[in-house]
């Protein structure tokens, strides 16, 4: 799991009838050690209303159908919560 930001929406008018009621956002990973590294944007479902703007933590793989709760459903990231707070010593 990983800590991302929601930078925006992703609508796809023809995609996989598994996956149609779905709400899918683009996040992008945050690197607490390295502020200025580049991450790849990642395409994500979002069980939980999350928003533009709003820190969330990113689930990948069987956690990420998991959190779906079909392991046939095929998505390889959601989100799984919202971050309120955080603090790195």
């Not at 820190?55 to 793989?61: K, S």
């Amino acid at each position: 799991m990983f800590p991302a930001l929601v930078i925006g929406n992703v609508w796809a008018t023809r995609k996989d009838s598994r996956v149609e009621a779905i709400k899918m956002l683009i996040v992008k990973p945050l690197n607490y050690t390295d502020e200025n590294a580049e991450q790849t944007p990642v395409i994500v479902a979002d069980w939980i209303g999350a928003g533009v703007g709003e820190r969330v933590i990113v689930v990948t793989g069987s956690a990420a159908r998991c959190a779906a709760g079909d392991q046939g459903i095929p998505i390889d990231a959601s989100v799984i919560g919202i971050i309120d707070g955080e603090e790195i010593v």
